[in-house]
């Protein structure tokens, strides 16, 4: 299966930005999707786990969610400041592969 | 604070193998919940799974990559290895390692990657 993401959003400071991800086959819910935030020329790293969830340490700012319906996952950035531009990369897995989206590339206004 | 450092040539000449390290330190890669896995980024382009190798030895590779990717485990010494045979040009990467954890199904440690040409 592959995760589609855009190539690129922009939104002002202080915004809420969406960011999506749709699986081509086998439905978003069937497998956990995770978040990972990578600034440039630095390694990614963990904004979400499992659809929702948030690691210790990442605001409260960033948020996810799924619609089974749509076949989708979303990623919620609200209150944006200028340290969230960097690329941002969802992930799922199917119990044999691991597959990341194509990342999105936020720029901050 | 479980640190994973990548260790490996910068340079490798077309059709040669290359061969990356990834020291684990601050933890152990015995760990039941623990996957480690390999991860490239070519320039200007987004993450690519190559391979993860689990607690038990279980291998998992990229279909695209399966036939000339081999990673290995070493839990006595705390670090595990890739080696990817035949490069070419598009082998050129960023490389990163990093920790997997199954129960919540999280790639939550990574590496700061190493940078590997392929030229000849």
């Known amino acids: 299966f592959m995760l589609t993401q855009p190539h690129s959003v922009s939104e002002s400071p202080g915004k809420t930005v969406i960011i999506s991800c749709t699986r081509s086959?086998?439905?978003?819910?069937?497998?956990?999707v995770q978040w990972y935030q990578q600034r440039p020329g630095r390694a990614p790293t963990p904004l979400i786990y499992e659809h929702v969830h948030r690691p210790s340490g990442v605001p409260d700012r960033f948020s996810a969610s799924i619609d089974r319906s749509s076949g989708s996952a979303s990623l919620t950035i609200s209150g944006l400041q200028a340290e969230d531009e960097a690329d941002y990369y969802c992930?799922?897995?199917?119990?044999?592969?691991?597959?990341f989206g194509g990342g999105t590339k936020l720029t901050v206004l | 604070q479980l640190l994973l450092q990548e260790s490996g040539p910068g340079l490798v000449k077309p059709s040669e193998t290359l061969s990356l390290t990834c020291f684990v330190s601050?933890?152990?890669?015995?760990?039941?919940?623990?996957?480690w896995a390999w991860i490239r980024q070519s320039p200007g382009k987004g993450l690519e799974w190559i391979t993860t190798?689990?607690?038990?030895?279980?291998?998992y590779f990229n279909p695209s990559l399966k036939s000339r990717v081999t990673i290995s485990a070493d839990t006595s010494n705390t670090h595990f290895s890739l080696e990817l045979r035949s490069v070419t040009n598009a082998d050129t990467s960023v490389y990163y390692c990093?920790?997997?954890?199954?129960?919540?199904?999280?790639?939550?440690?990574w590496g700061q990657g190493i940078p590997v040409t392929v030229s000849s």
């Open positions: 992930q799922s897995h199917d119990g044999s592969s691991w597959v």
């Open positions: 086959s086998g439905g978003i819910g069937s497998n956990f």
């Open positions: 190798v689990s607690y038990d030895g279980t291998t």
């Open positions: 601050g933890g152990s890669i015995n760990s039941p919940f623990d996957f």
């Open positions: 990093a920790k997997y954890r199954a129960n919540i199904h999280l790639f939550d440690s």
